[in-house]
């Protein structure tokens, strides 16, 4: 059985292009997507994935919000800041997130992902 992935990000073109990749992942699946830290709560709490990958700049609720309540809720589940702001942790002391990376670090996000949430 896949590992399931939570995408939360207000970028249309961000989201599209994060569902397109676990699209061709046999061992992940996108579970559910979010436009903001709220939904992205909501969701998480409905589906209960085994990752969450969460922009910090977002409308409503940013993810760093975002990201502190759902450690709370779901201490266990792992989740990747993926942001404009890779330098989070030198700005932050305490980030509620198990991994925070650039968004230009595409090209190695699947190996984050298989870090933090290795497939069965």
């Given at each position: ?60 609720m940013d993810g760093l919000r ?50 933090l949430a290795p497939a069965r």
């Open positions: 059985m896949p590992k399931t992935v939570l995408v939360a990000d207000d970028s249309d073109m961000i989201r599209k292009l994060l569902c397109r990749l676990f699209e061709t992942e046999e061992d992940y699946e996108l579970c559910a997507e979010a436009k903001n830290g709220e939904e992205a709560i909501s969701l998480a709490v409905i589906h209960k994935p085994d990752l969450i990958i969460m922009d910090v700049s977002m409308p409503v975002a990201a502190k309540k759902l450690k709370q809720i779901m201490p266990d589940t792992p989740i990747l800041l993926f942001t404009q702001h890779a330098d989070l942790r030198m700005m932050f002391e305490d980030v509620p997130a198990d991994r925070v990376i650039s968004k230009t670090d595409l090209v190695s996000l699947m190996q984050h992902v298989r870090e």
